[in-house]
């Protein structure tokens, strides 16, 4: 991180998750995620952020959130947990979207996201997103939030994550595959097909 000395890196905390949120709706724009608005996607990041099967660290370089990479080390318990401590205020949040029909249909396919992926032999814990900020591409730091994030989750009994990539975003694709994870297969979620790919979270300890 030698061209990024003056980023500091931490576990996200509740009082960031606005700022994280917003991030992440302007990295990933065609996520169905995104698509349910800057509220949602607070509240869901503080859950995410106070769970203790979620893992998030972010960036900030004065003060400015300019990355942040989440993992779970569980998935199934990480919906439980986010359900139970924050379900209402996701029902109220999400209430003036249940008209639609397309929305109630990913709504529908993301609560079974668990059991398909049970399907698919695929270790629970999951490398749920990341976003780096303009001002910090190209520096290292995307590597470095990963590496961190893999270290967090080795310290719970993590050995590996699955990570997702929509096939068509190749420059994200390319990064998993420069950091040596392996494709393992493919699988369509909310129309969208993602390569899956499986990594060890002690990857970066054997390079």
């Known amino acids: 991180m030698s ?6 890196i931490t576990k996200l905390s509740p009082e960031y998750a606005k700022e994280v949120a917003e991030l992440h709706i302007s990295g990933i724009r065609t996520g169905f995620i995104s698509s349910l608005g800057i509220d949602f996607v607070t509240v869901l990041y503080r859950a995410i952020a106070e769970s ?16 942040f990479a989440a993992f779970t080390t569980d998935l199934s318990a990480l919906y439980k947990s986010v359900i139970c401590k924050s379900g209402f205020k996701f029902v109220f ?18 609560l079974l996201y668990p059991s398909r992926i049970k399907k698919m032999d695929l270790p629970e814990p999951e490398f749920l997103s990341m976003v780096i900020a303009e ?33 068509n975003i190749k420059p994200i694709n390319k990064m998993y595959e420069k950091l040596g994870f392996e494709l393992v297969g493919q699988m369509d979620s909310h129309g969208i097909t993602s390569n899956v790919y499986v990594a060890r979270t002690n990857h970066f300890d054997r390079k």
Not at 53 to 63: I, R, T
Not at 135 to 157: D, I, M, P, S, Y
């Open 135 to 167: 001002e910090g591409r190209g520096k290292g730091l995307a590597t470095e939030l990963v590496k961190r994030g893999f270290a967090e989750c080795a310290k719970q009994g993590v050995e590996e994550l699955k990570i997702f990539a929509a096939v």
């Open 52 to 67: 203790g099967h979620g893992v998030c660290l972010m960036a900030q370089k004065d003060s400015k959130v300019v990355g």
């Open 93 to 110: 949040l999400l209430a003036r979207k249940l008209f639609s029909l397309s929305t109630l249909k990913k709504i529908f396919e993301t």
């Open 3 to 8: 061209d990024f000395v003056d980023v500091k």
